[in-house]
């Protein structure tokens, strides 16, 4: 019987013959057949898979050696991220019989450290939801209870890692879609800062917010998969320059002593369960006796979080899902339309689901004459503010925590019909996409509904290696219990 | 019409789009080649597939810099590009890229000249954008086709202030245009193929009247010549109105080149809201002051300044100058010629006369001439130094040095024995016999009739086969016909 707890366990049995990569990819394939009701896949590219598994099991017995740092790793893509040769739909019907025509940076990366890719995961439409209720391919169930949902946009990314289904996956966080479903599924999930992983090939919702993100089990094995698909790339121009340090190096920072900051307004918000406060408040005395300088801040600004975020995502949506009109691919209205806007209308209508409507249409009202300075304009003031307001707490502390959402996953339907209610468990992800910085939710807790429930961690712009480290050392304290 | 003409004045602005000669598009590494088969410049970027994204190619913002720097504008250091959203078969990501809030170049002017009188046309700003693809709606009767070569091409768009008061203005402002791209290389300038586009918005006032009147833009305008025929044509057609008591509205109309007048496409701009934003996938761009110095630096010599240069330091006339510096590369095939003598003037007379004629008779650029500027040096300076006169040289010698080029002209003028003769006993006995043959006129130069020398020195010429020096001649006729005999 296969299992897996780490990467770094894993390339050891494979290095000690105790494994080898199609035993892997064959577990996993079984994997997804007996939780094929979970609906976390699209697509599983299961020969593929045991083919490339077979030719990483031979180049090892060759050459004695593991093909890269991700040699025979099992991933899954979130169906917003290309691979060349395969299909792409964004979760919508509008691109439901699309194959993408070239790879992502990040595909390209995965493959050249010897990942094995084994199938694409549902999601939100356009990675537009938090519930994974906006997919036209049906919802994905949260596999620690099937009638609850397992978050989203990114849900069939969470539940593939939660449920075995796959080592790790990659999803993409615009506003919380990485760390929501993992603080749902109780696993971790990591949005980098802004421009750490190049966006090239990854279908765009919002430009200016959105981020590839990293779900696992292990930090460790968060670490090293950032190595290899962060950093600079030609094709995408916004990504950081920077080089990159030592991502695995930097979880042995042992014994290290944080200053952490907490908005003192998220903890105290009238929308937050309850149960979820006590836990943290409680948790919070725990870094405290563990030396880490655990510190209130004021954070006035709580309630326009979620306004800015949606006005500024939805104008840059409005935009970026233009290109879908039926005119060089994707779904194209027959011929019973009466002129080329007709033609748009039709394919547009028929292609895109309610919500991503519903999106297009916010963002083509904020951006409109007439409306733009009372919206657009003044968004844009509000994530100014947020970000100098970040860059002020960063000068103090290490990091600033906070729930990942404001409470424990819940029941499909339940939310679906009040889209307000459903942007709002959004209040406390949405603060790191607005201001760029890097972001995790740690599984760190369960609530007495049995749904787990996590704990998000922020650090400064650039910081990737403190939140790793800090995670860690979360994680640490609270297996201390 | 002049009566109208003197009541009237037209205010005209253009907005001039050129594409740049860089290699690649304007964010992606497609080729922008003109002429290639139907899509196939077009990667995944160019077509907008999911997921792809833009990088800036730095050529052509150094081409947009370098434009402005040649039309004295001010250069603006903290750019970003906008996006420009709106729905087109041939747009192929819904929007357009392009600089809306900050053109990178502000301001400036371009000098022009009109029946002798100078004056500078204001601009408003330079900006860069991509070009759209190519909506082509005559191949097929059921469908119009796009050709997405195009798409990303990048264009910067050169918009005037109000500043042109007639279509000659708009004429020569044009055609400094065209110059002006072509001589600092950013754009071949070539209309018929559309690198260059122009658009005209016209109004119609009364004189002395400040407020613009209603504007009419047009479009489809793909020579200097059909945009100077349109504005007359749209200038004419809206004092008409205006005279006849008609209102103009604002309106896009389509120029016909087969009649020579514009049709209207749709009235007043159907209120199109293109929500700009800043464009997220491209960071905003700082330009140091430095870099902008390095392309001021590696600018040619514009065309202003080898006139007055020419002008002041050579001594050639306006129109010897200016007929030099039509072109870039005839410009530096002078300055070339003239690093070998200094017969300035000779140099121009000999650029501007008989090179030229040969490159138009043959249809050749001078960038392919065989003769190298040293040899036109040599071959001029054989005229100044007497040695070959200038009709001969100039068509027989020149000729036979463009079939021989590897030759010297000395050589070639010995080969073909056309050398002058200044030898007095050789000459002495052409003169002799000149003057044998024309008794009459001999007695009648004696009379005073001194206009004949001429003739005696043609048929001198003649006898020689050209080869005697024509001074020398008439020197020696005159000793001849003045002395005592």
């Not at chain 1, 725990?286 to 309630?303: A, K, N, S």
């Not at chain 2, 080149?257 to 800043?278: L, P």
Request: aromatic share 10%.
């Amino acid at each position: 019987m296969f299992s897996f707890s780490t990467i770094k366990d894993y390339h050891i049995a494979l290095s000690n013959g105790h494994t080898n990569c199609v035993t892997a990819v064959s577990f996993y394939i079984k994997q997804i057949e007996v939780n094929s009701h979970l609906n976390a896949f699209l697509e599983v590219y299961k020969e593929e898979a045991l083919e490339r598994a077979a030719f990483l099991d031979l180049f090892y017995q060759k050459n004695n050696a593991l093909s890269g740092k991700l040699h025979g790793v099992v991933v899954a893509l979130k169906d917003v991220i290309c691979y060349k040769g395969h299909k792409v739909s964004a979760s919508s019907r509008i691109l439901e019989n699309y194959t993408s025509i070239y790879n992502a940076t990040v595909v390209d990366r995965l493959l050249q450290e010897g990942a094995i890719i084994i199938g694409r995961n549902n999601c939100d439409e356009f990675a537009m939801g938090s519930s994974n209720e906006n997919s036209a391919f049906g919802s994905v169930l949260n596999a620690a209870d099937n009638a609850r949902v397992p978050g989203g946009s990114s849900g069939g990314s969470a539940v593939s890692v939660q449920a075995d289904l796959c080592m790790l996956s990659l999803g993409s966080d615009t506003g919380g879609s990485v760390r929501q479903p993992a603080d749902f599924c109780g696993i971790i999930g990591m949005k980098p800062g802004y421009g750490k992983i190049s966006r090239y090939g990854l279908i765009a919702y919002a430009s200016s917010f959105d981020q590839i993100g990293i779900f696992a089990k292990a930090i460790e094995d968060v670490a090293v998969t950032l190595q290899v698909i962060a950093g600079e790339d030609e094709f995408d121009s916004t990504v950081s320059t920077i080089p990159l340090p030592d991502y695995p190096d930097a979880l042995n920072s042992n014994g290290k002593k944080y200053r952490i900051a907490y908005f003192r307004q998220a903890l105290d918000h009238p929308g937050l369960d309850g149960e979820i406060a006590t836990v943290i408040k409680e948790y919070i005395e725990l870094l405290r006796e563990q030396g880490h300088v655990v510190e209130p801040v004021e954070f006035d600004l709580l309630d326009y979080v979620v306004p800015a975020y949606y006005i500024l995502t939805t104008a840059e949506a409005s935009s970026n899902l233009s290109r879908f009109d039926g005119i060089k691919y994707g779904y194209a209205a027959k011929d019973d339309f009466d002129d080329l806007t007709d033609f748009y209308k039709q394919s547009r209508s028929a292609g895109f689901g309610a919500e991503v409507k519903r999106r297009i249409m916010l963002g083509t009202f904020v951006l409109s004459a007439g409306y733009y300075d009372a919206y657009f304009t003044k968004a844009q003031k509000v994530r100014r503010i947020l970000f100098d307001k970040t860059q002020e707490i960063f000068k103090s502390y290490n990091a600033i925590i906070s729930p990942t959402v404001p409470s424990p996953a819940f029941r499909i339907g339940e939310k679906s019909s009040d889209p307000i209610e459903m942007f709002l468990a959004d209040i406390f992800t949405v603060f790191a996409n607005l201001t760029g910085i890097p972001a995790i939710s740690v599984p760190l807790f369960k609530h007495s509904n049995g749904m787990p429930f996590g704990l998000q961690a922020m650090t400064a712009f650039e910081d990737e290696a403190t939140l790793l480290a800090l995670s860690k050392e979360l994680i640490a304290i609270n297996n201390h219990l | 019409m002049s009566i109208l003409s003197n009541k009237y004045e037209a205010v005209i602005g253009l907005e001039v789009h050129a594409q740049l000669a860089t290699k690649s598009k304007l964010f992606c590494g497609d080729s922008i080649a003109f002429g290639a088969e139907p899509n196939t410049h077009v990667s995944p970027i160019t077509l907008g597939h999911p997921g792809t994204l833009p990088k800036t190619n730095k050529k052509a913002v150094e081409y947009a810099i370098m434009m402005g720097i040649a039309c004295h504008c001010e250069i603006e250091k903290d750019n970003f590009f906008a996006r420009k959203n709106y729905f087109y078969p041939d747009l192929p990501k819904g929007y357009q890229v392009s600089q809306h809030t900050t053109p990178i170049c502000k301001g400036g002017h371009i000098a022009i000249k009109t029946d002798g009188v100078a004056r500078s046309v204001q601009l408003n700003r330079i900006h860069l954008e991509e070009d759209a693809g190519k909506s082509i709606h005559d191949i097929d009767d059921d469908y119009t086709c796009v050709d997405y070569n195009r798409a990303g091409t990048p264009l910067i768009e050169i918009v005037t202030e109000p500043d042109l008061f007639s279509a000659e203005e708009a004429y020569q402002y044009l055609t400094e245009v065209r110059r002006l791209v072509r001589w600092i290389g950013v754009c071949d300038g070539n209309m018929e193929e559309g690198s260059l586009r122009c658009d005209a918005n016209v109004s119609v006032r009364l004189k002395g009247e400040t407020k613009l009147g209603t504007k009419v833009e047009v479009k489809n305008l793909n020579s200097i010549r059909n945009v100077k025929t349109a504005i007359e044509h749209e200038i004419d057609r809206m004092t008409h109105m205006l005279e006849n008591g008609e209102t103009i509205i604002q309106q896009t109309r389509s120029f016909d080149a087969g009649s020579n007048t514009t049709f209207a496409i749709r009235d007043k701009e159907e209120a199109n809201d293109y929500r700009y934003f800043a464009e997220p996938d491209l960071p905003p761009f700082h330009l140091q002051q430095s870099f902008i110095d390095s392309i001021k630096q590696a600018l040619p010599a514009l065309p202003a300044a080898l006139m007055g240069k020419y002008e002041h330091e050579f001594g050639l006339s306006e129109y010897d100058a200016a007929q030099l510096c039509q072109e870039k590369e005839i410009a530096e095939y002078y300055a070339a010629v003239t690093a070998h003598t200094n017969h300035y003037k000779a140099a121009a007379n000999w650029i501007n006369g008989p090179v030229k004629h040969y490159l138009n008779e043959h249809k050749i650029h001078i960038s392919s001439f065989v003769l190298k500027p040293a040899q036109i040096a040599d071959l001029l300076l054989l005229v100044e130094e007497g040695k070959v006169n200038f009709s001969v040289a100039s068509v027989k010698l020149l000729h036979a040095m463009i079939a021989e080029h590897h030759k010297t002209a000395l050589q070639l003028a010995t080969a073909l024995n056309l050398l002058q003769v200044s030898d007095a006993n050789e000459l002495e006995t052409w003169v002799s016999t000149a003057l044998e043959r024309m008794p009459d006129k001999v007695k009648e130069y004696r009379k005073g009739k001194k206009g004949l020398i001429g003739l005696f020195v043609g048929e001198v010429k003649k006898l020689s086969k050209g080869k005697a020096d024509p001074k020398v001649v008439t020197s020696l006729l005159e000793e001849k016909l003045n002395g005592a005999d």
